[in-house]
């Protein structure tokens, strides 16, 4: 793209600039990292009230902050669903129950994370007249566990503004919410399900990304000073 034939003083203003981005960053001046943050919840009853909890803001004196990732894990055991076939056919029946967690932090989408025990098998028609939740006709997810989990990322002004400390050790509130949540289909099979509800654990967990700045290493100053004296070579061999 660039040919060494031009010989402007633009020209050269263009090339120094451009040989003291590259030494720069090959002298470590600046470099992209992560740091990592996380804290545990539960195990706690599904349908229990909301709670919170606190994880550390970013320390700017790392460097500057350049985007913010929260990830929600959550897992689910303990629950039950029982279904009873109330038509004359039987059928292949999918259950699932667990929970709705919905994570809420300052600024971020909030996230949603929804953990199920999952269980599936046939039925037959209905012989019993009545939804007894026993028999042949009847199906259940009584034991099992599931776990999933959730991301939100944001690097806008704002976000980065409320993740970074103004204060040591500054901390912000995630709000844990959640719900019961369950679920039947069916090709064939109809009737009603019987539910109790088990507990649900997880972790919050925030990533920091940003740009620290460090002290050249020897390496990195030596390269830096090859850069540049070739740039000064480069602009001494076009004078001639
Ligand atoms: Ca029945
Ligand atoms: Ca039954």
């Known amino acids: 793209m660039c040919q060494f034939t031009q010989t402007t003083p633009k020209y050269r203003q263009i090339m120094k600039a451009r040989i ?8 470590g001046l600046s470099s992209a990292a992560i740091v990592t943050y996380n804290v545990n919840y539960g195990p706690t009853s599904i349908g229990a009230a909301d709670f919170t909890v606190s994880l550390p803001k970013f320390d700017p004196s790392l460097g500057a902050l350049t985007g ?3 990830v929600l894990d ?3 055991s303990g629950s039950t669903i029982v279904f009873d076939n109330e038509a ?5 029946v999918t259950l699932s129950v667990g929970t709705t967690v919905t994570a809420t932090a300052p600024l971020i989408t909030a996230l949603v994370a929804v953990p199920l025990q999952i269980g599936s098998g046939t039925v037959t ?5 009545a939804p007894d939740f026993i028999g042949t006709d009847s199906i259940g997810v009584t034991t099992g566990s599931g776990s999933v989990s959730n991301t939100q990322t944001g690097s806008s002004g ?4 409320a993740y970074t400390a103004t204060l040591p050790l500054e901390t912000f509130d995630v709000t844990i919410n959640n719900l019961i949540a369950e679920s039947f289909s069916s ?3 109809y009737g009603p399900t019987q539910t109790t509800s088990g507990i649900f654990e997880g972790e919050v967990t925030v990533h920091y990304s940003y740009e620290l700045t460090s002290v050249p290493e020897p390496s990195g100053l030596l390269s830096l000073g090859c850069l540049i004296g070739s740039g000064v070579c480069l602009r001494f061999r076009r004078k001639r």
């Not at 003291?20 to 002298?27: F, K, V, Y």
């Not at 004359?88 to 292949?92: C, D, H, L, Y």
């Not at 028609?125 to 007249?129: F, P, T, V, Y």
């Open 20 to 27: 003291l981005l590259i030494a720069l960053a090959s002298a």
């Open 68 to 70: 913010v990732s929260i």
């Open 74 to 76: 959550a897992s689910t």
């Open 88 to 92: 004359n056919v039987g059928g292949s």
């Open 125 to 129: 028609a209905d012989n019993d007249g």
């Open 158 to 161: 704002p976000i980065l503004a």
């Open 187 to 189: 090709s064939g099979a």
